[in-house]
């Protein structure tokens, strides 16, 4: 189960795992994009469960994961897949666009986490991945919100970690750098080490497939971001301030 695979990272994943003789349940708001991709699925040689639905309301996310067990049998594994990260100037934003922002990127997760978790409780296993970001390790400058938003996302899926190994549910969160998405093409923000989509879906599918408990990419960035997890913080800060600038 793709949830967030109309576009993007989550779209890529999709059409991938398409080429494996895969049941596919996937999920969006878009329902035109997620016909267009269906067929495709489709054309490759999987199953697939086109579902339009919105990843901020909990009913319609309870539904769709009912919707896909009553389909397939079983949901094995899913992928959390929905953020949105714009430029944000925390000395002129508003209250209500950092918790719109907020609620994108932490709410989503919430809202399709406890249905998944339902799910797998019965069938005593499952993996759940979670498409985090390097950003929730540091509050890097115009992705105060997102960075926030990220780092609880983090704290929520450890937590999980240890309180559901007991059904045999195991948690996979992913840290990708920047990725060149449409979403953030003209956001302004600068993209050290970006990588493409379709180099961002192989890291997550072998994430996936390996069955991790966090993985952190690109390689490049990932021991900047650990190193930087135990240096003086203004030092970090005045370095994130040069490199976002």
């Known amino acids: ?19 494996q003789d895969n049941n596919l349940v996937i999920l969006a708001r878009r329902e035109n994009l997620l016909t267009s991709l269906s067929e495709d699925i489709i054309n490759n040689g999987s199953q697939c469960l086109p579902v339009a639905a919105d990843a901020l309301c909990s009913q319609q996310m309870e539904d769709a994961v009912d919707l896909a067990t009553a389909t397939f049998g079983i949901v094995d594994a899913a992928l959390i897949n929905v953020a949105d990260g714009p430029a944000f ?6 209250v209500n666009e950092v918790l719109h922002n907020m609620a994108i990127n932490y709410n989503t997760l919430v809202c399709s986490l406890l249905p998944l978790i339902t799910a797998m409780k019965k069938q005593n296993y499952g993996l759940i991945a979670h498409t985090n970001s390097l950003a929730g390790f540091l509050g890097l400058p115009r992705q105060g919100p997102y960075s926030a938003a990220k780092a609880a996302g983090r704290m929520l899926m ?5 309180e559901l190994a007991q059904w045999g549910i195991k948690f996979l969160s992913l840290y990708p ?8 093409s003209d956001d302004g923000i600068p993209a050290p080490f970006e990588i493409s989509e379709y180099s961002a879906a192989k890291h997550i599918i072998h994430a996936m497939e390996k069955e991790k408990q966090d993985y952190l990419f690109p390689f490049s960035l990932k021991w900047l971001i650990r190193l930087a997890r135990v240096l003086p913080k203004p030092l970090i800060a005045s370095i994130t301030k040069k490199i976002m600038n």
């Open 177 to 184: 750098g920047f990725v060149a998405t449409e979403r953030v």
């Open 158 to 162: 450890d937590t999980c970690r240890i």
């Open 89 to 94: 100037d925390m000395a002129s934003t508003t």
């Open 1 to 19: 189960m793709i949830i967030g695979a109309s576009s993007g990272i989550g779209r890529q994943v999709a059409l991938q795992l398409s080429k």
